[in-house]
């Protein structure tokens, strides 16, 4: 046989091989929908959910399987990769032992690239609807969200400001040519002033507040020689005078000398309108009026709330329903 004989055979051997080899690899990619892409999905979970039952279909479901897949959606392309499939395929046409862990790795596996697929197929989703709108409206109105707004004109401002001022002490430390440790030591000597200045601006504060708690009537009543009788006439002539938290004053220590006299308690300078007010039984009748007598007390003598007369005349009430209604001096008879 001639030299060129034998290559002529060669070549043609080599084209046979090639030809064969083409038909029965798999398609190294190919390019679809995502219409087509969802059949195949499906194909190919039916084909691996039937090797069970025919285990000689596997070649089959592995040469219609492509390593590269294009996947067109509208004007997008992506490229999706199934060489994890084919290589799952071959493995389990070789490992008898291992088909059944397989088997689930790629029933699951396409499931999952199948609901993918279907969700990139759906349609995108409109504008929110009015409903929604007023329901997002209704939720950003909670109190959790209360805080959450644009910033305002001084939120603006003090950034603004505290900008100016890093870019002050910045250029100032450069002209001085500190070191960054120097700058940040400075940086806290300032802030550390700043705190003391804070700390002593509310410390005067409160000194003044506390000289302020003197004029509180906090002291016990003025005179303890006295009896309900004069506390009564004093807040009678009180009223007369407009003088009405002086009346609210007078009417509350009518009502404790009275009550004391009734023997709801005993006078101790130590305690506290409240302290005197748990002393009466819930069930006792003068409960109720001492309770308003001892709230109205408080507000107006402590808490410095203005009096009207409308007020100093429902404390002279509320005086008078504790029994501080009797005449303060013997009546005279007149011969």
Known sequence: MSHFSRKFIVAALFCVFMTVAASAAPDASASVDVRGYIADLQNWSEGVAQLAAHPESAGAVRRSVPLKLEVRDGGQHFQISNAWLVMALA????????????????????????????????PAEGPPSQAGRAQLAAVLRGREFRFVRPPSWWDLMMARARRWLLQFLSRLMNRLHLKPAVGNVLSWVLLGAAF???GWMLWQNLRRASRGMLGLGLEAPASTKWGWRQWADAARAAAAGQRYRDAVHCCYWAAVFR?????????????????YLRLLPRGSEHREAMSNLTRHFEMVW?????????????ALKEMENLGCNLPSRAATASF
């Open 259 to 275: 009550l004391e006299q009734m023997g709801a308690w005993r006078l101790d300078d130590s305690r506290t309108p409240r302290e």
């Open 302 to 314: 402590y808490g410095y709330r203005p009096v009207t007369a409308a007020e100093a005349d429902s």
């Open 91 to 122: 493995h389990w046409e070789k490992q008898p032992p291992q088909r059944q862990a397989l088997e689930q790795e790629m029933a699951q596996r396409l499931q999952w690239e199948l609901g993918q697929a279907m969700a990139l197929g759906r």
């Open 196 to 198: 003391l200045l804070v």
